[in-house]
């Protein structure tokens, strides 16, 4: 069974803390994404990677910031969190042939800021 | 600016009272349309891709349909288990790698 995993589903932070969630796929996907959901909004992209060390920036990505060393881990950064960022991430991945549109999610880190 | 919208917010069917959930997109040059399925708590699970106006794709007892301008999800004589939020997305006219999701219809169905 394809899994995409993310590393903690709740947490709770404190305004400014540096905040890591971190993301594993085990399909050997080029891709990986990071959404965040909220209410209303949708899921909007924060960041994707297409390989390792390569990023490019979604459509919110301003206080955060990524990471991917291997293939199979795709990390959100959070330098500074606050109380705006409470929300719900998402982690996909995808091997990505044109158009096929099946994103792979993992089950969310629901972060709270305090 | 890529667009897509989804109706109703929320749907609250009784179970056997079929219905259709409707996704209207704006993007330029359509590169297919994806339909996913959300249970509360998790992660979105892939449904269907179409990919041009004429085109049906069914599961059990959901069949999504698409036009120039907007798709449909039909759900025919629903259960308890369908009751979810339901996503539709696009691929971005900028990135092919990039989705544009609406913001679901949540549905909910009585025994």
């Known amino acids: 069974d394809v899994k995409v995993t993310q590393s903690s589903r709740y947490l709770v932070k404190r305004t400014g803390e540096k905040v890591f969630l971190e993301c594993v796929q085990d399909?050997?996907?080029?891709?990986m994404f990071w959404y965040r959901q909220d209410p209303g909004l949708g899921l909007r992209l924060i960041y994707f990677s297409y390989d390792v060390k390569m990023k490019e920036k979604g459509d919110i990505p301003e206080g955060y910031s990524v990471s991917r060393e291997k293939k199979e881990r795709f990390s959100l950064i959070l330098e500074s969190a606050s109380t705006n960022q409470t929300s719900m991430y998402l982690c996909?991945?995808?091997?990505?042939?044109?158009?096929?549109?099946?994103?792979?999610f993992g089950e969310g880190s629901r972060l709270t800021v305090l | 600016e890529d667009q897509v919208t989804q109706s109703p917010e929320a749907l609250r069917l009784q179970e056997g009272e079929s219905s259709s959930l409707n996704c209207s997109y704006t993007?330029?040059?359509?590169?297919?349309l994806f339909w996913y399925r959300q249970d509360p708590g998790k992660g979105p699970e892939f449904l269907f891709t179409?990919?041009?106006a004429g085109e049906e794709k069914e599961k059990e007892r959901l069949k999504a349909t698409l036009t120039k301008k907007e798709s449909f999800l039909h759900i025919t004589a629903p259960k308890p288990e369908d009751s979810a939020t339901y996503l539709c997305a696009v691929p971005s006219s900028g990135s092919a790698r990039q989705l544009t999701f609406g913001s679901g219809t949540q549905l909910t169905v009585l025994p």
């Open positions: 179409l990919y041009s």
């Open positions: 399909m050997d996907h080029e891709n």
């Open positions: 993007v330029s040059g359509l590169r297919g």
């Open positions: 996909a991945s995808t091997s990505w042939t044109p158009n096929t549109g099946e994103l792979f």
